[in-house]
């Protein structure tokens, strides 16, 4: 094969994870991101008391607190963001997975239907 070949993918296919192995993988991603999620919040509330804190006495401070209040939000957004898609690839792997499996029990039970007339009518 040339190299060209091998440099567009033609070459020897790697054999990706099973849907299993997928699925397992975007669940520990999910739990990594919900704690993510947990400390951002805590982290916004943190910076809420501070603004409060001190209000009028500390513009400066207050408006700081703010800003990082403002920038933990959105940085929240963009997990959530990313948790839903994570969430919708599982499901669609899971349902993909389903279908899969119902097909295979369906293909064997026409099976099995085919051999039982052919035995009954001996063909």
Same mark, same amino acid.
Do not use: C
């Given at each position: ?8 993918? $033609?070459?020897? &296919?790697?054999?990706?994870? =099973?849907? +299993? +192995?997928?699925?397992? &993988? ?11 999620? +947990?400390?951002? @919040?805590? &982290? ?14 500390? $513009? ?12 933990? +939000? ?19 792997? @899971? ?5 899969? @499996?119902?097909?295979? =029990? ?7 239907? $085919? ?9």
């Amino acid at each position: 094969m040339s190299g060209l070949g091998r440099l567009f993918g $033609k070459g020897k &296919k790697e054999k990706g994870p =099973t849907p +299993e +192995e997928a699925i397992q &993988k975007l669940k520990e991603t999910e739990k990594i991101l919900i704690k993510k999620q +947990e400390f951002l @919040e805590q &982290k916004i509330q943190q910076e809420l008391q501070t603004a409060k804190k001190y209000g009028t006495k500390n $513009k400066r401070a207050a408006l700081q607190a703010l800003r990082r209040k403002k920038r933990f +939000e959105q940085q929240l957004a963009q997990t959530d963001g990313t948790l839903s898609t994570l969430e919708f690839q599982r499901e669609a792997i @899971e349902n993909a997975t389903t279908n899969a @499996e119902v097909l295979r =029990t369906m293909e064997l039970a026409a099976q099995s239907m $085919k051999k039982a007339y052919q035995d009954m009518w001996g063909h």
